[in-house]
């Protein structure tokens, strides 16, 4: 997710997976066969501010390989031209005007959902900003995410939705236009 205004485009966009699991070998056995070749070719789109982008795909159709190659957390091989805002988009760049949010993610275990938005909140929004501030937002996000009424159960105790919200949590409570780095 992307919360700066204007325009995001990717230009051409290629990933290419390359292997390096020896033939017979234990991790080869261990793995079983691992595909390489190419898994995205020329991905080009455009997404104005304000609009909503959703990717969605069949199995295997590459829809994790586009977001690791927008997230920068691509690896192997890849091409083309992510533009934010006229801007070519560094890995610097991403991490200040997005988030990206995986499938599971390791928490710090014995805070409960509050605690983890604060500490999430104190790791991403500059220290120009009072903790009057940081803990307003915490509060806000939770409400937002219907996780207010969970706020001080342990993150071992939540559901598998009140994670996943938890998890987009952590990344929106810095909101690059309200508190920037």
């Not at 199995?59 to 992510?82: D, F, H, M, N, W």
């Not at 983890?116 to 803990?135: H, N, P």
Request: glycine share 10%.
């Amino acid at each position: 997710m992307c919360t700066a205004p204007g325009a995001v485009t990717w230009s051409q966009l290629s990933v290419t997976r390359q292997t390096q699991v020896e033939p017979g070998s234990c991790l080869q056995r261990l793995m079983g066969s691992v595909k390489t070749g190419v898994i995205l070719k020329d991905v080009s789109l455009e997404v104005n501010g304000g609009e909503v982008l959703a990717i969605l795909g069949s199995k295997g159709s590459g829809k994790r390989a586009l977001l690791e190659v927008i997230s920068r957390r691509a690896q192997g091989p890849t091409r083309g031209q992510i533009i934010l805002n006229g801007a070519p988009m560094s890995l610097r760049l991403f991490q200040q005007s997005c988030g990206y949010v995986t499938h599971k993610c390791d928490l710090l275990p014995g805070l409960n959902v509050e605690q983890t938005l604060y500490y999430a909140a104190q790791l991403t929004i500059g220290s120009q900003v009072s903790r009057y501030m940081k803990r307003s937002r915490v509060k806000q996000v939770m409400a937002d995410l219907a996780l207010s009424q969970v706020a001080n159960r342990s993150t071992d105790d939540i559901t598998q939705s009140e994670y996943r919200r938890l998890m987009i949590g952590a990344q929106l409570v810095r909101d690059p236009g309200e508190f920037p780095n």
